[in-house]
């Protein structure tokens, strides 16, 4: 799983002790992102993220009411801004071949900008699954499957896209074959995310075995 160690975690740590309002809530969220995603969230303690933050626990409180808050506020930003894009990425392209790689390079895009609320997200998917407070995560879920799938049927529909292939069990391959990288993915890595989904979308596109 990729994580933000070093001197931008360390920048982080200082400045959500010094930061006012919504910039300090926006580096406690980021703190208690990557410790969820690295250590998990239910191993994660409300005075652990003060820890790293350098700061108190009380003085956490005074931002949220509790951790599911924190979770809550991180999965409703990175759930709803991925939603607004995919959708906008499938309104405005010219056919469903550009959807689908504009939908691929996006994914990668994400996963190289949020890594930690990716891994999260893919983390904990059973947890959240489970419980009813964060069903607005299944739901939200729900809602990117479509916009993959209405790409793929209509590519199908087009011609676009080979007729045998059924849509849910290919948008699980692809879903599963981009959003995984983000375990091995290094952003600050020679291979940046731009070249991966080149990569990916030459072995979607083209196949593995040379012809």
Not at 23 to 34: H, S
Not at 138 to 157: F, N
Request: charge should be neutral; aromatic fraction near 10%.
């Amino acid at each position: 799983m990729a994580t933000t160690k070093g001197g931008a975690a360390t920048a982080r740590k200082k400045n959500a002790g010094a930061g006012t309002g919504s910039a300090r809530r926006a580096q406690l969220l980021a703190i208690a992102a990557e410790m969820f995603a690295s250590r998990g969230y239910t191993q994660t303690t409300v005075r652990d993220i003060a820890v790293e933050a350098g700061i108190l626990s009380g003085s956490l409180y005074h931002h949220f009411a509790s951790k599911d808050e924190m979770l809550t506020e991180i999965l409703q930003d990175f759930m709803g801004s991925l939603l607004r894009q995919f959708r906008s990425i499938a309104d405005e392209a010219d056919s469903p071949r550009a959807a689908l790689d504009g939908l691929v390079r996006s994914s990668f895009e994400t996963i190289h900008r949020t890594p930690h609320a990716v891994a999260l997200y893919q983390n904990e998917a059973n947890f959240l699954g489970s419980t009813p407070e964060f069903s607005f995560v299944t739901k939200a879920s729900r809602e990117v499957e479509k916009v993959w799938l209405d790409v793929l049927r209509a590519g199908i529909a087009s011609g676009d896209f080979r007729s045998e292939l059924e849509p849910t069990t290919t948008y699980r391959f692809i879903r599963d074959g981009v959003w995984s990288t983000v375990r091995w993915y290094d952003p600050r890595g020679r291979l940046q995310h731009a070249t991966l989904a080149d990569q990916y979308l030459t072995m979607l596109d083209g196949g593995l075995i040379a012809s």
